[in-house]
C-alpha cells in the first residue's frame, strides 16, 4: 500500500514562504492532493496534481500564492507557499487519489499524517 510523508512544516511571519514536501512510497499514478485543516474547522482541499498528466489544481484561497510540483526522480510532491498569511495556519497533509478532478476529501483513500505551518504576525 502506497504511503505518504509530509515534512516542511513550521514558524514563519506573515508573507514569508515555507516549502511543503510529501514523499510517496510507490508511484501508481496517482492524483497527489494537498488539505489543510485549522483548529475547529473542516479539513479543505489546497491543491492537487496528476502525476502522469501533470495537470494542476488549486483552491481560490491559494491561487497566486501556492505552487504545486512533482519529482518523478524523486517520487515527491512539493507544495511551494509564498506571501503567507495568518489564515494559512493549518495543519496541512497530502493524500492520494486514483480519481481526477479530486478536490473532495472523500476521493482520496491514504493520508500522511501532516506537517504543522504556524503564521505569525
Known amino acids: 500500500q502506497v504511503q505518504l510523508e509530509e515534512s516542511g512544516g513550521g514558524l514563519v511571519q506573515a508573507g514569508g514562504s515555507l516549502r511543503l514536501s510529501c514523499v510517496v512510497s510507490a508511484f501508481r499514478g496517482y492524483t497527489v492532493g494537498w488539505f489543510r485543516q485549522a483548529p475547529g474547522k473542516e479539513r479543505e482541499f489546497v491543491s492537487a496534481i496528476r502525476w502522469t498528466s501533470g495537470r494542476l489544481e488549486y483552491a481560490d484561497s491559494v491561487k497566486g500564492r501556492f505552487t504545486v510540483s512533482r519529482d518523478n526522480a524523486r517520487n515527491t510532491v512539493y507544495l511551494e507557499t509564498t506571501n503567507l498569511k495568518i489564515e494559512d495556519t493549518a495543519v496541512y497533509y497530502c493524500?492520494?487519489?486514483?480519481?481526477?478532478?479530486?478536490?473532495?476529501?472523500?476521493?482520496?483513500?491514504?493520508w500522511g499524517q501532516g506537517t504543522q505551518v504556524t503564521v505569525s504576525s
Open positions: 493524500a492520494t487519489s486514483p480519481l481526477w478532478p479530486a478536490t473532495e476529501k472523500s476521493r482520496y483513500y491514504v
